[in-house]
C-alpha cells in the first residue's frame, strides 16, 4: 500500500522568500506520480504540480517547483518568492501507474508573514 | 468554462435524515470520486467510479451510496447510517496526464448536521 508522509503540521515563512514543504512516500511501485495541491481557507484543493516517477527533470510550474529524489522517495515542495496568497494548507499526493485511487499527506499549513 | 461543480456550497440537515450532494463536471473526465475532509486533517475517500454505470467503495463508505448514471453527474447520498456525517465533502474527477491519472477538485460542500 501507499503511503504518504508529510511531518510539518506548520510552517511560516516571510513574505519574498523562499520555502520548502517537505513530503516522502512509501511504494513499491516503480512507476507512479506525484502531486502537490493547495487548499486555501475557501476549501478548494488547487491542482499545483506534477512529478512523474520517471521524469528525469523536476518539474517546475511558475514559482512552484518540485524537488524529486527518488532514492530517498520524497518529493518536496518549493516555493519561492512567498506571496501573502501563498498562506494555505498543502497536501502532496500520489498514484500508481495504473492505479485508480489517490492517497493524501495528512497536510502542511503554511503562513506567510509580512 | 470546464469545470467540477458542487451543490449546495453550505448544507444543513437533522440527524436522521438522508441527504444527497451534487457534483457535476464538464471537463469529458472518465473518472470521479469523493472524498470527506475533517477538520485538521487530510482527504479519505469515499468512493469512486472509472466509468458510467460500475463504482467502488472507498476506504470509509459505510453510511454513503453513490450513483454513476451520467458521465458528467456523481451524486453522493449521506444516509442516516452514517454516524458522523458533519464534515467538508470534496468531489474530483481526473484524466491521465503522463503516466498516471491528475485529479483535479470541485470547491466542496460543508454539511453540517443538526
Known amino acids: 500500500a501507499q503511503k504518504i508522509t508529510q511531518t510539518q503540521p506548520g510552517m511560516f515563512v516571510q513574505e519574498k522568500e523562499a520555502v520548502t514543504l517537505d513530503c516522502t512516500y512509501d511504494?513499491?511501485?516503480?512507476?507512479?506520480?506525484l502531486f502537490w495541491y493547495k487548499q486555501p481557507s475557501s476549501g478548494e484543493m488547487i491542482f499545483l504540480i506534477y512529478?512523474?516517477?520517471?521524469?528525469?527533470q523536476n518539474a517546475t510550474e511558475g514559482r512552484y517547483s518540485l524537488n524529486f529524489q527518488k532514492a530517498r522517495k520524497s518529493a518536496n515542495l518549493v516555493i519561492s518568492a512567498s506571496q501573502l496568497g501563498d498562506s494555505a494548507m498543502y497536501f502532496c499526493?500520489?498514484?500508481?501507474?495504473?492505479?485508480?485511487?489517490?492517497?493524501f499527506g495528512t497536510g502542511t499549513s503554511l503562513t506567510v508573514i509580512p | 468554462d470546464g469545470g467540477i461543480t458542487q451543490s449546495p456550497k453550505y448544507l444543513f440537515r437533522k440527524e436522521g435524515q438522508n441527504v444527497t450532494l451534487s457534483c457535476e463536471q464538464n471537463?469529458?473526465?472518465?473518472?470521479m470520486y469523493w472524498y470527506r475532509q475533517d477538520p485538521g486533517q487530510g482527504l479519505r475517500l469515499i468512493y469512486y467510479?472509472?466509468?458510467?454505470?460500475?463504482?467502488q467503495k472507498g476506504d470509509i463508505a459505510e453510511g454513503y451510496s453513490v450513483s454513476r448514471e451520467k458521465k458528467e453527474s456523481f451524486p453522493l447520498t449521506v444516509t442516516s447510517a452514517q454516524k458522523n456525517p458533519t464534515a467538508f465533502y470534496l468531489c474530483?474527477?481526473?484524466?491521465?496526464?503522463?503516466?498516471?491519472?491528475?485529479?483535479?477538485f470541485g470547491p466542496g460542500t460543508r454539511l453540517t448536521v443538526l
Open positions: 474530483a474527477s481526473s484524466i491521465r496526464r503522463g503516466s498516471t491519472d491528475t485529479q483535479y
Open positions: 511504494t513499491s511501485d516503480q512507476s507512479y506520480g
Open positions: 512529478q512523474g516517477s520517471y521524469d528525469e
Open positions: 499526493a500520489m498514484i500508481s501507474l495504473g492505479g485508480n485511487q489517490f492517497y
Open positions: 471537463l469529458n473526465h472518465d473518472a
Open positions: 467510479s472509472q466509468i458510467v454505470n460500475d463504482f
